[in-house]
Every structure is written in C-alpha cells, then in structure tokens.
C-alpha cells in the first residue's frame, strides 16, 4: 500500500496520497469534492473563524461545495464562483490571469457582470480548500477590487507550507510539504 499522509482537521481523519511538485517535493492532495461529511464539518468551523462578511467568492472547482455549505449554514450569504472558462450566459465579464501551483498553465478566471454588481459595495470572503503560493487568492482579491468589494477576509481549510506562517489567512489545519524520504516511508505521514 502506498505511503500516505494522515490529516487530522475539523475532528476528522483523512489519507490523503502524495502528488509530486518538482525539484523533490511533494504535496498531499486533499479533494473535498464528493466527501460530504467533511465539507459539512470544515464550513461548520471555518464559520467559527471567520471575519464578518457579506458574501463569499471561490475559484471553480474543488472548493465550491466548501463555499457552497457555508452560504448554506450561515443561511443569508451569497457566494460567488469565479469560473476558469467564459460561457456564453456569462456578459460583462470580469478576469484576471492566475498560475497555481497544481496546474501546469496559467488560467483566467472570470466573473459574471450580474455577479459584480452584487459584489460593489459588499465585504467578501474569499474562501478555498487549500492555500499554498497564495496565487489564486491573490487573483481572487484583484477580481473583487475590480468588481468595487473589499476583501474582509481569507479562508481555507488546510495551509500549505509557508501559507501557515501568513498573518492575513484563517484556516483549519497547516499542511506541510514533503520530501521523498518522507513519501518513501522515512517521515511525516
């Protein structure tokens, strides 16, 4: 059985498999998408941390049901998901450029023009599964300042690497990186 690291957040246990960066590092993939029970747990206590906001933002895909659940239990928040292509419903778009560190080529997220006039003049949360370079929240934040909100807060479920040590984010749990003697069997996990 492949070695995996064992991640502890929101009262539950998780394994989750290593997926090599480069240069000798390897991440430990986390993937909200289809684990309800914990997307339910994580927004029930990223809500406890939060700053007051009005609305929250994600980029698409795996933190929408994140997003999703705590507009749920919050039961009066919109949330808004910058999307990763144009569709054609979509007019009087907004985009930036982002490059994350777990996809090979820069990307454009776009928001709707009918989401921005929601967004002027409102607090928003940006909200995602993992943050690590702090690229997409960086892109996040550029959409909502063109969009005419202000950014009241950051949150993520797990801190990856130096994201940990960042003064500005909320989040659940650190997520350290990882050598190959540590994927081999030699160390965390």
Same mark, same amino acid.
């Given at each position: 059985m492949q070695n995996m690291y064992t991640l502890r957040v929101a009262g539950l246990t998780r394994r989750l498999r290593y997926f090599p960066l480069g240069n000798g590092l390897y991440i430990a993939g986390l993937v =909200? /998408? !289809?684990d309800a029970e914990l997307t339910v747990r994580c927004a029930e206590e990223l809500l406890k941390i939060c700053p007051p906001y009005d609305? /929250?933002?994600t980029a698409e895909a795996k933190? $929408?049901?994140l997003a999703h659940e705590m507009a749920r239990q919050r039961g009066d928040a919109a949330y808004f998901v910058a999307r990763k292509q144009q569709k054609l419903y979509m007019?009087? @778009? /907004?985009? $930036?450029? $982002?490059?994350s560190i777990t996809t090979a080529a820069r990307q454009t997220l776009y928001i709707d023009g009918s989401d921005v006039t929601k967004i002027s003049g409102k607090r928003i949360l940006i909200v995602d599964d993992v943050i690590s370079t702090g690229e997409s929240i960086a892109a996040l934040e550029r959409l909502v300042g063109m969009a005419g909100g202000s950014v009241t807060g950051r949150a993520a479920v797990l801190a990856e690497g130096d994201a940990a040590k960042r003064g500005d984010i909320v989040f659940l749990a650190p997520l350290p990186l990882f050598t190959e003697a540590d994927v =081999?069997? !030699? !160390? @965390? !996990?």
């Open positions: =909200m /998408l !289809g609305h /929250l933002i933190s $929408v049901p007019s009087d @778009t /907004l985009s $930036v450029e $982002v490059r =081999m069997g !030699g !160390g @965390t !996990g």
